[in-house]
């Protein structure tokens, strides 16, 4: 039977048959069905030196899971993520690589819950602001690999902290996706998926574009979890790393701290030191045993940074408390790295100062992140991508201090702009809002999803998401109103509003905050880093 009919006849069963159940997971983990007939018909004659970065998207879009089978793969709990790391392994070959190949890339391999981009942002600074005078002041070339983009995909992939230009991505997606299209016969015929799935197609393409740019160190970030996460085909690290730990993703990684740790913890590799931020007993009494399981050369519980002489007064290039966590956990796992691999003591005159600089100068797009309104100057825009309870906690925290900072030019009406994912309870996700923004209240709330322009045409394919689409009835907005009224009965329900795109809710702003008052406004937009790449674009901002 195919694989369409056994969805269509919905004989798709796990218990009953687990060779069909990972043969369907095999060929759902590659194809979107809207986009089955485009991809056997359109791309498999395609030029691909003719191919524009738009074109490059669109076939990346083309791999993305199909929001049905995705809910599959959810209730099989987690039973394919065995698979997953052979079958990553499978097509790394296919590219003529073999994991032991991805050891020349000197790799930083970052998991964890909150902080992993920022983290890795701040490793990559620290490396590139780095002088060895040992090496005749020679600086490092960096790579970086992280998740999700901001604003365009090419984001995920950077050397020297840039985004790839669009010309390098589509050269180097095409070469990886035409590899896989010269060897997808004969993966059939092995009962192999003919191409991988988003994450792990940009996973590959990531570690092709470092090769063939001969980077110093790769900073590469987990996608979910750690122990079968794509990435994890890494098998010598110069050095693991993991953030701080919080529930989320529990449809993959369990219920539970502990769960939680096991597969973070899972980047740990024999012999290789292993910085971990401080945590909870729970998750760090796993860690501590997966060290040891795992034969780690050493654990790092990284101190706070500004412990040590050099650091004490330091001043981020990331806003918020929460990020001296992040800082810390960076500053250790470089210390570890330059240790290793060019034998210098990060403390010493020469490399300080670079660290500080790097420190300092970090820069992590939708992270705390402020913008002024070109179209309308009074107001300013506070973003974060938060969208776990302990990092919506944070985000709360440091939009707290910037009203608390803000001139007596500023309003002290305060408007929200949220929103979340399917599958998350906004229940859950707005009471730390609500609870650590006290004493203050907002005057206006906006729940709006994360589709740039009511006007479909206008949004940017880095934007589709099919794995999560959105409501055209806007029932995870109207859930959300319905959470805000529960949680603040008080609260106007006149100033409550719903709206269908990023567009709207601007606009919605812009007329709240009226030019005539000579006042500014602040306004925190979070809940979703889509969503705050919707508004980045819908403001004009530029690609960092």
Same mark, same amino acid.
């Given at each position: 039977?195919?694989?369409?009919?056994?969805?269509?006849?919905?004989?798709?069963?796990?218990?009953?048959?687990?060779?069909?159940?990972?043969?369907?997971?095999?060929?759902?983990?590659?194809?979107?069905?809207?986009?089955?007939?485009?991809?056997?018909?359109?791309?498999?004659?395609?030029?691909?030196?003719?191919?524009?970065?738009?074109?490059?998207?669109?076939?990346?879009?083309?791999? %993305?899971?199909?929001?049905?089978?995705?809910?599959?793969?959810?209730?099989?709990?987690?039973?394919?993520?065995?698979?997953?790391?052979?079958?990553?392994?499978?097509?790394?070959?296919?590219?003529?690589?073999?994991?032991?190949?991805?050891?020349?890339?000197?790799?930083?391999?970052?998991?964890?819950?909150?902080?992993?981009?920022?983290?890795?942002?701040?490793?990559?600074?620290?490396?590139?602001?780095?002088?060895?005078?040992?090496?005749?002041?020679?600086?490092?070339?960096?790579?970086?690999?992280?998740?999700?983009?901001?604003?365009?995909?090419?984001?995920?992939?950077?050397?020297?902290?840039?985004?790839?230009?669009?010309? =390098?991505?589509?050269?180097?997606?095409?070469?990886?996706?035409?590899?896989?299209?010269?060897?997808?016969?004969?993966?059939?015929?092995?009962?192999?998926?003919?191409?991988?799935?988003?994450?792990?197609?940009?996973?590959?393409?990531?570690?092709?574009?470092?090769?063939?740019?001969?980077?110093?160190?790769?900073?590469?970030?987990?996608?979910?979890?750690?122990?079968?996460?794509?990435?994890?085909?890494?098998?010598?690290?110069?050095?693991?790393?993991?953030?701080?730990?919080?529930?989320?993703?529990?449809?993959?990684?369990?219920?539970?701290?502990?769960?939680?740790?096991?597969?973070?913890?899972?980047?740990?590799?024999?012999? &290789?030191?292993?910085?971990?931020?401080?945590?909870?007993?729970?998750?760090?009494?796993?860690?501590?045993?997966?060290?040891?399981?795992?034969?780690?050369?050493?654990?790092?519980?990284?101190?706070?940074?500004?412990?040590?002489?050099?650091?004490?007064?330091?001043?981020?290039?990331?806003?918020?408390?929460?990020?001296?966590?992040?800082?810390?956990?960076?500053?250790?796992?470089?210390? %570890?790295?330059?240790?290793? %691999?060019?034998?210098?003591?990060?403390?010493?005159?020469?490399?300080?100062?670079?660290?500080?600089?790097?420190?300092?100068?970090?820069?992590?797009?939708? @992270?705390?992140?402020?913008?002024?309104?070109?179209? %309308?100057?009074?107001?300013?825009?506070?973003?974060?991508?938060?969208?776990?309870?302990?990092?919506?906690?944070?985000?709360?925290?440091?939009?707290?201090?910037?009203?608390?900072?803000?001139?007596?030019?500023?309003?002290?009406?305060?408007?929200?702009?949220?929103?979340?994912?399917?599958? @998350?309870?906004?229940?859950? =996700?707005?009471?730390?809002?609500?609870?650590?923004?006290?004493?203050?209240?907002?005057?206006?709330?906006?729940?709006?999803?994360?589709?740039?322009?009511?006007?479909?045409?206008?949004?940017?394919?880095?934007?589709?998401?099919?794995?999560?689409?959105?409501?055209?009835?806007?029932?995870?907005?109207?859930? =959300?109103?319905?959470?805000?009224?529960?949680?603040?009965?008080?609260?106007?329900?006149?100033?409550?509003?719903?709206?269908?795109? &990023?567009?709207?809710?601007?606009?919605?702003?812009?007329?709240?905050?009226?030019?005539?008052?000579?006042?500014?406004?602040?306004?925190?937009?979070?809940?979703?880093?889509?969503?705050?790449?919707?508004?980045?674009?819908?403001?004009?901002?530029?690609?960092?």
């Amino acid at each position: 039977m195919s694989f369409f009919s056994l969805i269509k006849n919905n004989s798709f069963s796990y218990k009953k048959n687990l060779n069909q159940f990972k043969y369907c997971f095999l060929l759902s983990k590659r194809i979107n069905f809207s986009t089955y007939y485009i991809l056997n018909n359109r791309y498999l004659s395609m030029d691909y030196k003719n191919k524009t970065y738009n074109d490059a998207i669109e076939t990346l879009n083309s791999l %993305q899971t199909n929001a049905k089978v995705l809910e599959q793969i959810k209730k099989s709990r987690g039973n394919i993520n065995k698979y997953s790391l052979p079958e990553t392994i499978e097509f790394l070959n296919r590219l003529n690589y073999e994991p032991k190949d991805l050891n020349k890339l000197n790799i930083i391999h970052v998991a964890g819950t909150k902080g992993k981009g920022s983290t890795c942002a701040f490793c990559n600074s620290i490396l590139r602001n780095v002088s060895l005078p040992n090496m005749e002041n020679k600086q490092l070339k960096t790579g970086l690999y992280s998740s999700p983009h901001i604003m365009e995909v090419r984001e995920r992939i950077r050397i020297n902290g840039e985004p790839l230009s669009k010309e =390098l991505f589509t050269k180097y997606f095409f070469e990886t996706f035409e590899m896989f299209e010269k060897t997808k016969e004969e993966a059939s015929k092995k009962e192999q998926a003919e191409r991988p799935t988003y994450f792990r197609f940009l996973t590959l393409m990531a570690f092709h574009t470092f090769l063939s740019e001969k980077v110093d160190v790769a900073i590469v970030e987990c996608g979910i979890g750690g122990e079968y996460d794509s990435t994890n085909i890494i098998e010598k690290p110069v050095v693991s790393a993991i953030t701080s730990l919080g529930i989320d993703h529990q449809h993959v990684l369990g219920n539970t701290l502990k769960e939680i740790a096991w597969h973070k913890s899972g980047i740990i590799k024999n012999n &290789v030191p292993v910085v971990s931020a401080q945590q909870l007993p729970e998750a760090i009494d796993v860690i501590k045993a997966r060290a040891n399981e795992l034969h780690a050369k050493e654990l790092i519980i990284a101190e706070d940074l500004r412990s040590f002489e050099p650091f004490k007064n330091i001043k981020l290039g990331l806003s918020g408390d929460h990020q001296f966590i992040n800082a810390s956990v960076a500053l250790q796992a470089c210390k %570890q790295f330059l240790q290793i %691999q060019y034998n210098v003591n990060i403390f010493d005159d020469a490399i300080v100062k670079g660290v500080i600089k790097g420190l300092e100068t970090a820069n992590w797009p939708g @992270r705390a992140q402020v913008y002024y309104d070109n179209e %309308q100057k009074n107001i300013k825009w506070n973003l974060d991508g938060a969208h776990t309870v302990e990092s919506l906690e944070a985000c709360t925290k440091w939009f707290k201090q910037v009203i608390e900072n803000a001139g007596d030019n500023f309003s002290k009406e305060y408007s929200l702009v949220f929103n979340c994912t399917n599958g @998350r309870q906004g229940i859950v =996700l707005l009471k730390p809002v609500i609870d650590f923004f006290k004493p203050y209240t907002f005057k206006n709330v906006i729940f709006t999803t994360n589709t740039t322009y009511s006007e479909p045409n206008n949004n940017k394919k880095d934007f589709q998401n099919f794995a999560h689409p959105e409501s055209e009835d806007l029932s995870i907005q109207k859930e =959300l109103q319905q959470a805000w009224e529960t949680l603040a009965p008080e609260f106007p329900k006149e100033n409550i509003y719903v709206v269908d795109s &990023v567009d709207t809710a601007i606009k919605t702003i812009r007329r709240l905050c009226p030019t005539s008052s000579q006042l500014h406004y602040n306004i925190l937009t979070t809940g979703s880093l889509h969503l705050v790449g919707g508004f980045l674009t819908v403001l004009g901002a530029e690609v960092v």
